[in-house]
């Protein structure tokens, strides 16, 4: 996509990691925002949705939404509303407007699992958290792309301490 560029490159050994860097980028996003988790299956998307929708203030269970899709989270005090998808099992992207999706994208913060199978409707302007297994099977490598607007809101996030 035209404009989007590495952000920065992070290194995630265990899941205590994983949601310290769930904290720092949580307080970023907003309603509107799509976040873009890419990875091989079991790579870690759905513990990172877990961890960003718990540093919102969501208390209860996050379920993974593989089976129905869709998990829909309501405001917590602050927080956007989330919308957290699994489109792993999507046969066509325009099985996703039976979601509501657009919805989702208008008034809450999106976070997509396997957004390659949403095709040309993945909205422009969309943050990309790749994961990638390494070697030892439990570090991930978090690969952060988007654009400039992206950049300059992760630019104070604190993320590479």
Known sequence: MSGQKLL??????????TKKFAGRLA???????VVALDGSL???????????IHALGYRGEVPSPTFN???IYQSTGQAP?????DLYRLNR???A????????????LSLIE???????????GFLTLRLDIMADGCTRKLTIVGGPEWAARLENGHFDD
């Not at 920065?8 to 990691?17: G, H, N, S």
């Not at 307080?27 to 925002?33: A, F, S, T, V």
Request: glycine fraction near 8%.
């Open 114 to 124: 396997w957004p390659s199978k949403l095709g040309r409707y993945l909205p422009p």
């Open 27 to 33: 307080p970023l996003l907003k309603i509107r925002d």
């Open 42 to 52: 079991g790579a870690g998307k759905t513990e990172i949705c877990r961890a960003i």
């Open 81 to 85: 509303p989330v919308w957290h998808m």
């Open 69 to 71: 899709l869709l998990q």
């Open 93 to 95: 992207p325009e099985e």
């Open 97 to 108: 407007f039976e979601l509501g999706i657009e919805d989702g994208f208008d008034m809450a």
């Open 8 to 17: 920065r490159q992070l290194i995630l050994p265990d899941l205590a990691a």
